[in-house]
């Protein structure tokens, strides 16, 4: 019978237990300090962009931002050297995030300041997730693909729909209003559709005439209907997967669980159902 020796040992072990674990008080404070640094960082980098700020305190906004990126490298280098499978950990999603909270900063060094610099920064936020250990219940966002999944049909034919509404308004305000009014083309009429059928309404182009202002009205008074089409759908299915019905059948095939006890077909894939 072969024994598994532990991998870590002494301080190794310990250190492994208050970096990756937060069932001790050395290992809860590490995370609640690990916490504050990364808030202060990601509000570090949001000064930045804001030029009054950058003009007056640019040089004490360095500095934070090279602690902060001295602490995250030491950290990354120390999750390293106590964890259990570094290579693991390396390619792991939360390694990934470690390294990409470190390396920005440094490469600042070799091509200077760049906005793409600065958004990877920004995800440094994404490690409040396992902070918080909030990554074991990603698992319960499956709930939610499922029962995307199982709507898909239904979306598609809403997608459709909404695609031919917003394409047949758009040409008719292109007809009713014209270039004079700032509809020059039939796709920038279908834009002006899709901003006003979503309720945004940007104020670019607006209607003049009498005809056109009220179809607009049409228009919006239908997008709060259309709005809540797919939150329905998506409801009902996820209510659906939570509290199933008994003696429900499933397809073999696709996996559809809204059968009828009558129905001899998958009303979704069309194979044929065995019989009760």
Same mark, same amino acid.
């Given at each position: 019978?072969?024994? %598994?020796?532990?991998?870590?040992?002494?301080?190794? $072990?310990?250190?492994?237990?208050?970096?990756?674990?937060?069932?001790?008080?050395?290992?809860?404070?590490?995370?609640? /300090?690990?916490?504050?640094?990364?808030?202060? =960082?990601? $509000?570090?980098?949001?000064?930045?962009?804001?030029? =009054?700020?950058?003009? #007056?305190?640019?040089?004490?906004?360095?500095?934070?931002?090279?602690?902060?990126? $001295?602490?995250?490298?030491? #950290? @990354?280098?120390?999750?390293?050297?106590? =964890? &259990?499978?570094? /290579? +693991?950990?390396?390619?792991?999603?939360?390694?990934?995030?470690?390294?990409?909270?470190?390396?920005?900063?440094?490469?600042?060094?070799?091509?200077?300041?760049?906005?793409?610099?600065?958004?990877?920064?920004?995800?440094?936020?994404?490690?409040?997730?396992?902070?918080?250990? $909030?990554? +074991?219940?990603?698992?319960?966002?499956? /709930?939610?693909?499922?029962?995307?999944?199982?709507?898909?049909?239904?979306?598609?034919?809403?997608?459709?729909?909404?695609?031919?509404?917003?394409?047949?308004?758009?040409?008719?305000?292109?007809?009713? &209003?014209?270039? %004079?009014?700032?509809?020059?083309?039939?796709?920038?009429?279908?834009?002006?559709?899709?901003?006003?059928?979503?309720?945004?309404? @940007?104020?670019?182009?607006?209607?003049?005439?009498?005809?056109?202002?009220?179809?607009?009205?049409?228009?919006?008074?239908?997008?709060?209907?259309?709005?809540?089409?797919?939150?329905?759908?998506?409801?009902? %299915?996820?209510?659906?997967?939570?509290?199933?019905?008994?003696? &429900?059948? +499933?397809?073999? %095939?696709?996996?559809?669980?809204?059968?009828?006890?009558?129905?001899?077909?998958?009303?979704?894939?069309?194979?044929?159902?065995? &019989?009760?």
């Amino acid at each position: 019978m072969n024994s %598994q020796k532990p991998t870590l040992t002494g301080w190794r $072990l310990r250190l492994n237990r208050i970096i990756f674990f937060s069932d001790t008080p050395a290992g809860k404070l590490f995370d609640l /300090l690990l916490l504050v640094v990364i808030l202060l =960082s990601v $509000l570090t980098v949001m000064l930045e962009t804001v030029i =009054s700020f950058q003009q #007056e305190y640019g040089d004490i906004l360095l500095a934070f931002e090279w602690i902060f990126t $001295l602490l995250f490298t030491i #950290e @990354y280098f120390t999750r390293i050297l106590s =964890s &259990e499978k570094p /290579l +693991r950990y390396l390619f792991s999603p939360l390694g990934i995030i470690d390294f990409l909270a470190a390396v920005p900063p440094l490469l600042l060094l070799f091509v200077g300041v760049s906005p793409l610099l600065m958004m990877v920064r920004i995800f440094r936020m994404l490690r409040i997730f396992t902070i918080l250990k $909030l990554a +074991r219940y990603i698992g319960e966002a499956n /709930l939610l693909v499922d029962a995307l999944r199982a709507s898909r049909y239904r979306i598609i034919v809403f997608v459709i729909t909404v695609i031919s509404i917003v394409t047949v308004m758009g040409t008719l305000m292109y007809v009713i &209003e014209g270039p %004079q009014y700032g509809f020059t083309s039939i796709p920038k009429s279908i834009y002006w559709a899709v901003i006003t059928l979503t309720t945004v309404g @940007y104020g670019d182009i607006v209607p003049h005439t009498v005809l056109g202002q009220a179809m607009s009205s049409m228009i919006m008074l239908l997008g709060y209907a259309m709005i809540a089409i797919p939150t329905g759908i998506i409801t009902m %299915q996820i209510s659906h997967n939570i509290s199933p019905q008994k003696g &429900e059948r +499933r397809c073999p %095939q696709c996996g559809a669980k809204e059968l009828d006890k009558t129905d001899r077909y998958c009303k979704q894939c069309g194979k044929k159902l065995a &019989e009760n």
